[in-house]
């Protein structure tokens, strides 16, 4: 039977993303930046934290590659990486008994968009 495995490298990686989203503020803040990219105050409203803590936060997660910034603009916008994080989320938010129907439902939204291009 083969077994998959990681390299020291890899695991390094990974287990430095996990330790970033070990914390629930930045976890909660990696789940809006599933939707539509936000920048940095509307998603200190939408989390109930200062944009100064937000910003800190979204310094961790891209050095970690969940997000990615894209200036328009004076403003920054932050989003998920690629469609393999938003998988990941999914089935932890399932994993743990959440309901993912709002998740499912921004990923269809911008499916269509996409197909409109």
Same mark, same amino acid.
């Given at each position: 039977?083969?077994?998959?495995?990681?390299?020291?490298?890899?695991? %390094?990686?990974?287990?430095?993303?996990?330790?970033?989203?070990?914390?629930?503020?930045?976890?909660?803040?990696?789940?809006?930046?599933?939707?539509?990219?936000?920048?940095?105050?509307?998603?200190?409203?939408?989390?109930?934290?200062?944009?100064?803590?937000?910003?800190?936060?979204?310094?961790?997660?891209?050095?970690?590659?969940?997000?990615?910034?894209?200036?328009?603009?004076?403003?920054?916008?932050?989003?998920?990486?690629?469609?393999?994080?938003?998988?990941?989320?999914?089935?932890?938010?399932?994993?743990?008994?959440?309901?993912?129907?709002?998740?499912?439902?921004?990923?269809?939204?911008?499916? %269509?968009?996409?197909?409109?291009?």
């Amino acid at each position: 039977m083969a077994r998959s495995s990681l390299d020291e490298d890899q695991a %390094t990686e990974l287990a430095e993303i996990f330790r970033v989203l070990g914390d629930p503020n930045r976890l909660r803040i990696a789940v809006i930046c599933l939707g539509e990219p936000l920048c940095v105050t509307d998603i200190a409203e939408c989390v109930g934290l200062s944009a100064a803590l937000v910003s800190h936060h979204l310094r961790l997660l891209k050095a970690a590659r969940f997000v990615q910034a894209k200036r328009r603009g004076k403003q920054v916008f932050y989003g998920t990486l690629d469609d393999r994080v938003r998988c990941v989320i999914w089935d932890m938010v399932g994993h743990v008994g959440g309901d993912t129907s709002a998740l499912e439902k921004q990923d269809n939204e911008r499916q %269509t968009r996409r197909r409109k291009k």
